[in-house]
C-alpha cells in the first residue's frame, strides 16, 4: 500500500515537470521575430564593418571611427541625447510628481496615462511634419509671430533643419516616454515611510531629502539613461527634419549606405553601427545595474 502511495506521489510530482518542459514553445514566435529582425541585421551589420567591398578581411573601417568628423558626429549624438534626455528626465519627473496626488483610477491620471503612452511613440515622419507645419518657415506659430509681433524665430537662419532643430522633437517624446518609466517608482513610494517620518518629527522636507529622494534616485537614474539610449538610437524624426545634413551618428550611417565610400573607406556603415551599439549597450548595462539596484526598495 505504502509503495502504490509513494508510486502515486512521484507520478504527481514529475507531472507539472512535464508540462513545463513544453513551455519554451510560447517563446518561439517572440525569439524568431528577435532572431530575424534584430539579432541577424545587427551581426550582419556589424559585421559589415570587418570587411571591404571584395570581402577581404580589413581593420581600415574601425580606423574611421577616430577621424575627427566621425569623433564630433558621435559627440554631436551624446550631447543631442544627454540634453534631450535631462530636459525630458526633470520635466517628466515634475509631471510625475504632480499626478502623485491623483487617483489612480480617476479621469485626469488615465488621461495623462494614455496620451504618455500615445505621445512616446509619436515621432518619425508624422512628428517631423507636426514642427514643420508648427514653427516652420511658413508654420503656423512663425507666421503668426512675424506677421503679428515682428518676432522672427528663424533671425540666424533655419536652425529647426540643423542640429539644434533636433532638440525639441526628441524633448516631445522623451518627456512622455519618462512618465511611462518614473510614474510607477513614484508610485510604489509606501505611506508609511512618510507617516513613520512625521512621526518621529520630520517634516515634509526632511522625507523627501533623507527618505524619497535617496530612494528614488535609482530610478530616475535608470529611466535617465533609458531615454539617452532612447534619443541616441533614434533616426526617422532626424532623418526627417535634417534631411541634407549627417551631424548624428544615424544620419551619418545613411550616409555612408547611400554614398558607397565614406572618407575613402567602404562599408564605414558596419564600423559606426558597432560604434552605435557598443555605446547604446554600455548604457543598457548601466541601466540594468541601476534597475536591479532600484528594485530592491519595491520588493515585498
Known amino acids: 500500500m505504502t509503495v502504490v502511495a509513494t508510486a502515486g506521489v512521484d507520478a504527481a510530482a514529475s507531472a507539472p515537470a512535464r508540462r ?3 513551455s519554451w514553445l510560447g517563446l518561439a514566435p517572440f525569439a524568431a521575430y528577435v532572431l530575424l529582425f ?6 550582419l551589420a556589424v559585421a559589415s564593418g570587418f570587411f571591404d567591398r571584395r570581402g577581404a578581411f580589413t581593420w581600415n573601417n574601425l580606423t574611421a571611427l577616430g577621424d575627427p568628423l566621425i569623433v564630433e558626429t558621435f559627440a554631436n549624438s551624446a550631447g543631442l541625447s544627454l540634453l534631450t534626455a535631462v530636459i525630458g528626465a526633470l520635466v517628466g519627473a515634475l509631471v510625475c510628481y504632480a499626478m502623485l496626488g491623483l487617483h489612480p483610477e480617476g479621469l485626469v491620471r488615465s488621461a495623462v496615462d494614455a496620451a504618455a503612452g500615445v505621445l512616446a511613440q509619436f515621432g518619425g515622419v508624422m512628428l517631423a511634419f507636426a514642427f514643420i507645419a508648427t514653427i516652420g518657415l511658413q508654420g503656423v506659430v512663425r507666421v503668426f509671430l512675424l506677421d503679428g509681433f515682428g518676432i522672427d524665430i528663424f533671425p540666424n537662419g533655419t536652425w529647426l533643419y540643423d542640429l539644434p532643430g533636433l532638440i525639441l522633437p526628441y524633448i516631445y517624446f522623451q518627456i512622455p516616454l519618462m512618465v511611462i518609466t518614473f510614474m510607477p517608482a513614484l508610485s510604489a513610494l509606501r505611506p508609511q515611510w512618510a507617516e513613520a517620518t512625521l512621526t518621529l518629527g520630520g517634516s515634509r522636507r526632511a522625507f523627501w531629502s533623507y527618505v ?3 530612494v528614488l534616485a535609482p530610478s530616475f537614474f535608470a529611466s535617465l539613461l533609458l531615454l539617452f539610449a532612447n534619443a541616441f538610437s ?6 526627417a527634419l535634417a534631411s541634407q545634413g549627417a551631424e548624428i551618428v544615424p544620419l551619418r550611417i545613411r550616409s555612408a549606405l547611400t554614398s558607397e565610400t565614406v572618407l575613402g573607406r567602404e562599408n564605414l556603415a558596419g564600423a559606426l553601427a558597432l560604434g552605435m551599439i557598443v555605446v ?3 548604457v543598457m548595462f548601466a541601466y540594468s545595474a541601476v534597475q536591479r539596484r532600484a528594485a530592491r526598495w519595491y520588493q515585498a
Open 20 to 22: 513545463r518542459s513544453w
Open 38 to 43: 534584430l539579432a541577424l541585421p545587427s551581426v
Open 212 to 214: 524619497g529622494i535617496p
Open 234 to 239: 533614434s533616426y526617422a524624426t532626424a532623418a
Open 280 to 282: 547604446v549597450g554600455i
